[in-house]
């Protein structure tokens, strides 16, 4: 397997906490080469006493920037080398904490878009283990994207659960098929007769925490609002709790718990997955929160590599000619 390319200069800790991950996952037996301005990076891996490839790239695209104007006039930009590095098949996949537009409009444009697929999207990996999808690539969509959603999220979590045919719902305002807009309507009938998708019917946002489903698709507004609750109201209530336990009667057991009460952070963490895969392009791509530390790159790294192995490309691909040839 070639090394995962990183964009080493995206991110709101760029380019310190990036090169740090980008060591914790090569630690961990990962083949890493960093993308970005070769004067930057050198002195940090030195002063870490660290040793990655570097490819150099001169530009970096901001997130202020409009992505599709800055990916057609920042040729060196660090993300577009990266994507190049897969086009090329130099890499085996990129991960970037940068500009969400910028790395999926370097991922359409330069690795360009899985062969019959209308519209790529983000699968974020939820602390629960669901896979939903859109997380916020295609603000609004048409029914035949949901079904090809679908068909892309059944493929990620064959990669990610291990499951042959993950249950696939359809997010809406009520279990019932004829809730929802005119979307959600139309979405339900084709995913009925969908090959290769087991769709067991619509799923409310309370599923994200339950058992009913593997994958939930809708879309990227929609998707993105639910990410984004999501994480907040786990933080939330794990304050709470640290709260409510740290009264002096409970100390003692506290103490005792506390390990616990770790082991439920880590799991609550969007860095413990590091980022979420971009699906429909011709290569591995996994985008990372803007904010992601040393911890998230690692397992970011880790999520990408991880999926080449798996052949998460080549799942996809056949699950969409599979949809394209049913009559």
Do not use: W
């Not at 506290?254 to 390990?259: I, K, R, Y």
């Not at 770790?262 to 791509?285: C, T, Y």
């Amino acid at each position: 397997m070639n090394p995962i390319a990183v964009d080493a200069m995206g991110g709101d800790k760029a380019p310190d906490e990036i090169v740090r991950g980008c060591l914790t996952a090569a630690g961990e037996g990962r083949q890493v080469v960093l993308v970005g301005d070769e004067r930057r990076l050198r002195p940090i891996l030195d002063a870490l006493d660290g040793d990655l490839p570097i490819v150099h790239a001169s530009e970096v695209i901001d997130m202020h920037e409009d992505p599709g104007r800055a990916i057609r006039e920042k040729k060196d930009a660090s993300v577009s080398v990266a994507a190049r590095l897969v086009a090329e098949g130099s890499a085996s996949g990129f991960f970037s904490a940068g500009s969400t537009g910028a790395a999926l409009a370097a991922a359409a444009f330069i690795i360009g878009r899985t062969t019959g697929v209308k519209r790529p999207a983000v699968a974020s990996i939820f602390p629960t283990g669901k896979i939903v999808l859109d997380a916020g690539a295609n603000l609004t969509v048409r029914p035949e994207h949901l079904v090809q959603f679908a068909v892309m999220g059944t493929a990620v979590s064959q990669v990610y659960h291990g499951v042959d045919a993950p249950r696939v719902g359809l997010l809406n305002i009520g279990e019932e098929a004829g809730k929802g807009r005119e979307l959600e309507k139309e979405a339900f009938a084709l995913l009925r007769s969908t090959p290769g998708v087991r769709f067991i019917g619509n799923v409310e946002g309370r599923d994200i925490a339950g058992d009913a489903t593997e994958v939930i698709v809708t879309d990227g507004f929609t998707g993105n609002v639910l990410l984004k609750t999501a994480e907040g109201v786990s933080r939330a209530l794990y304050h709470m709790l640290l709260e409510e336990v740290s009264a002096p009667e409970y100390q003692e057991a506290l103490a005792t718990l506390m390990p616990a009460f770790l082991g439920l952070r880590a799991r609550l963490d969007h860095e413990s997955i590091g980022g979420g895969h971009l699906v429909g392009v011709d290569g591995v791509v996994v985008i990372a929160h803007g904010s992601s530390s040393r911890v998230a790159v690692a397992n970011g790294i880790g999520l990408a590599a991880d999926a080449v192995e798996r052949d998460l490309v080549g799942r996809v691909t056949r699950g969409i000619e599979a949809t394209l040839a049913a009559p």
